[in-house]
Protein backbone atom coordinates (compact mmCIF):
# COMPACT_ATOMS: atom_id res chain seq x y z
CA UNK A 1 0.00 0.00 0.00
CA UNK A 2 3.08 2.57 0.56
CA UNK A 3 6.27 3.61 -1.08
CA UNK A 4 9.00 1.16 -0.30
CA UNK A 5 12.24 3.02 1.34
CA UNK A 6 14.06 3.60 -2.13
CA UNK A 7 11.03 4.74 -3.61
CA UNK A 8 10.13 8.77 -4.46
CA UNK A 9 8.12 10.24 -1.84
CA UNK A 10 4.20 9.86 -3.24
CA UNK A 11 2.46 12.70 -4.63
CA UNK A 12 0.17 14.40 -2.80
CA UNK A 13 -2.99 12.96 -4.32
CA UNK A 14 -1.93 10.20 -3.25
CA UNK A 15 -0.97 10.66 -0.09
CA UNK A 16 -4.27 12.35 0.27
CA UNK A 17 -5.86 9.04 -1.29
CA UNK A 18 -4.55 6.86 1.45
CA UNK A 19 -5.80 9.39 4.38
CA UNK A 20 -9.50 9.27 3.11
CA UNK A 21 -8.49 5.14 2.78
CA UNK A 22 -7.75 5.19 6.44
CA UNK A 23 -10.74 7.52 7.20
CA UNK A 24 -13.35 5.04 6.02
CA UNK A 25 -11.43 2.09 7.10
CA UNK A 26 -12.04 3.31 10.73
CA UNK A 27 -15.18 4.94 10.00
CA UNK A 28 -16.44 1.22 9.08
CA UNK A 29 -14.84 -0.12 12.00
CA UNK A 30 -16.39 2.32 14.38
CA UNK A 31 -19.77 2.03 12.25
CA UNK A 32 -19.39 -2.38 13.32
CA UNK A 33 -18.60 -2.20 16.52
CA UNK A 34 -21.01 0.78 17.50
CA UNK A 35 -23.57 -2.01 15.66
CA UNK A 36 -22.14 -4.83 17.66
CA UNK A 37 -22.35 -2.80 21.29
CA UNK A 38 -26.01 -1.76 20.33
CA UNK A 39 -27.70 -5.35 19.60
CA UNK A 40 -25.83 -6.47 22.90
CA UNK A 41 -27.24 -4.00 24.87
CA UNK A 42 -30.49 -4.34 23.38
CA UNK A 43 -31.14 -8.04 23.56
CA UNK A 44 -28.39 -8.91 26.67
CA UNK A 45 -29.12 -6.13 28.86
CA UNK A 46 -32.32 -5.77 27.32
CA UNK A 47 -32.24 -2.11 27.03
CA UNK A 48 -34.86 -0.09 24.26
CA UNK A 49 -32.46 1.08 21.34
CA UNK A 50 -32.23 4.98 22.41
CA UNK A 51 -30.97 3.66 25.84
CA UNK A 52 -28.44 0.91 23.39
CA UNK A 53 -26.88 3.30 21.09
CA UNK A 54 -26.17 5.68 24.39
CA UNK A 55 -25.09 2.92 26.31
CA UNK A 56 -22.82 1.78 22.89
CA UNK A 57 -21.34 5.08 22.64
CA UNK A 58 -20.37 5.97 25.88
CA UNK A 59 -18.75 2.77 26.47
CA UNK A 60 -16.87 2.74 22.66
CA UNK A 61 -16.42 6.68 23.35
CA UNK A 62 -14.69 5.69 26.98
CA UNK A 63 -17.15 7.66 28.86
CA UNK A 64 -18.23 4.95 30.74
CA UNK A 65 -21.90 3.17 31.47
CA UNK A 66 -25.06 5.50 32.09
CA UNK A 67 -27.84 2.85 33.28
CA UNK A 68 -27.33 0.71 35.76
CA UNK A 69 -27.17 -3.20 34.69
CA UNK A 70 -29.31 -6.01 36.13
CA UNK A 71 -28.05 -8.71 35.05
CA UNK A 72 -25.09 -10.95 35.18
CA UNK A 73 -25.24 -11.66 31.45
CA UNK A 74 -25.54 -8.30 30.97
CA UNK A 75 -22.60 -6.91 33.22
CA UNK A 76 -20.60 -9.59 31.29
CA UNK A 77 -21.28 -8.24 28.08
CA UNK A 78 -20.79 -4.69 29.22
CA UNK A 79 -17.20 -5.85 30.89
CA UNK A 80 -16.35 -7.76 27.18
CA UNK A 81 -17.87 -4.51 24.97
CA UNK A 82 -15.50 -2.66 27.41
CA UNK A 83 -12.43 -4.00 26.75
CA UNK A 84 -13.30 -4.36 23.36
CA UNK A 85 -13.70 -0.78 22.76
CA UNK A 86 -10.18 0.17 24.52
CA UNK A 87 -8.25 -2.34 22.30
CA UNK A 88 -10.53 -0.65 19.13
CA UNK A 89 -9.06 2.17 19.75
CA UNK A 90 -5.67 1.93 20.03
CA UNK A 91 -6.25 -0.05 16.64
CA UNK A 92 -8.18 2.92 15.18
CA UNK A 93 -5.86 5.65 15.85
CA UNK A 94 -3.25 3.06 14.01
CA UNK A 95 -4.93 2.74 10.89
CA UNK A 96 -5.60 6.65 11.06
CA UNK A 97 -2.03 7.88 11.79
CA UNK A 98 -0.66 5.25 9.61
CA UNK A 99 -0.44 7.45 6.42
CA UNK A 100 0.87 10.62 8.08
CA UNK A 101 3.64 8.79 10.05
CA UNK A 102 4.83 7.16 7.38
CA UNK A 103 5.11 9.93 4.93
CA UNK A 104 7.11 11.81 7.30
CA UNK A 105 9.26 8.76 7.70
CA UNK A 106 9.79 8.16 4.26
CA UNK A 107 10.03 12.13 3.50
CA UNK A 108 13.21 11.94 6.28
CA UNK A 109 14.81 8.75 5.41
CA UNK A 110 15.26 10.10 1.36
CA UNK A 111 18.42 10.28 -0.46
CA UNK A 112 19.72 14.17 -1.60
CA UNK A 113 20.34 12.28 -4.85
CA UNK A 114 16.64 11.08 -5.14
CA UNK A 115 15.74 14.54 -4.60
CA UNK A 116 17.44 15.77 -7.28
CA UNK A 117 16.09 13.42 -9.69
Known amino acids: MF ?8 SKAIFLRRV ?4 LMAGSLISAALCVGVLGYRYIAGFG ?21 ATAAAKIFAAGYALFSGLLFIAIMGILLAPAIHRMLHKFHIDEDDLRT
Open 3 to 10: ERKHDKLA
Open 20 to 23: AASV
Open 49 to 69: WVDSLLEASMILGGMGPINPL
